[in-house]
């Protein structure tokens, strides 16, 4: 199945209305529906927190607020984190990745990050089976690649 090319020149442009930078918003390579990944994390642990979706207007709202804004995609509005639940997301700092189509938000977490209540999203860890041969389970792999 061919894949077709995203490449920020030819990405879908933004889904609804924007103040974000044009340059920044020339830089993101969104999904068809106008958005991209938001991976967050806690600015004092690291802890990878939740992944939610942003489009231009909530990037823009988020880095010019310095809370956390994103995308419902099932609400179809704009929600800050912590509004109603009070468990705040605080901005430290954000950073898009190498292809544009995912951004790293750090946050200072007040409370749970989680809608069920927890720190974090990512709290049901999956078996791995196919680990590298000779690889201590959970260590991550070689990333200089094989030896010459």
Same mark, same amino acid.
């Given at each position: 199945?061919?894949?077709?090319?995203?490449?920020?020149?030819?990405?879908?442009?933004?889904?609804?209305?924007? +103040?974000?930078?044009?340059?920044?918003?020339?830089? *993101?390579?969104?999904? &068809?529906?106008?958005?991209?990944?938001?991976? !967050?994390? +806690? $600015?004092?642990?690291?802890?990878?927190?939740?992944?939610?979706?942003? $489009?231009?207007?909530? *990037?823009?709202?988020?880095?010019?607020?310095?809370?956390?804004?994103?995308?419902?995609?099932?609400?179809? =509005?704009?929600?800050?984190?912590? =509004?109603?639940?009070?468990?705040?997301?605080?901005?430290?700092? !954000?950073?898009?990745?190498?292809?544009?189509?995912? !951004? *790293? !938000?750090?946050?200072?977490?007040?409370?749970?990050?989680?809608?069920?209540?927890?720190?974090?999203?990512?709290?049901?860890? *999956?078996?791995?089976?196919?680990?590298?041969?000779?690889? +201590?389970?959970?260590?991550?792999?070689?990333?200089?690649? &094989?030896?010459?």
């Amino acid at each position: 199945m061919p894949v077709p090319d995203l490449s920020p020149a030819t990405a879908p442009g933004p889904a609804r209305p924007s +103040a974000l930078d044009p340059a920044v918003a020339a830089r *993101l390579r969104r999904n &068809p529906d106008g958005l991209v990944a938001a991976v !967050v994390r +806690a $600015d004092d642990s690291g802890d990878v927190l939740m992944m939610a979706w942003m $489009d231009d207007e909530a *990037l823009h709202r988020t880095l010019t607020t310095g809370r956390a804004t994103y995308w419902s995609r099932s609400r179809q =509005e704009y929600w800050v984190k912590g =509004e109603t639940s009070g468990h705040h997301q605080y901005v430290r700092s !954000v950073a898009l990745d190498c292809d544009g189509d995912a !951004v *790293l !938000v750090s946050v200072d977490q007040v409370g749970a990050a989680c809608h069920t209540g927890d720190w974090t999203c990512f709290s049901d860890p *999956l078996p791995v089976t196919g680990a590298a041969p000779g690889a +201590a389970p959970g260590a991550a792999p070689d990333s200089a690649g &094989p030896s010459t």
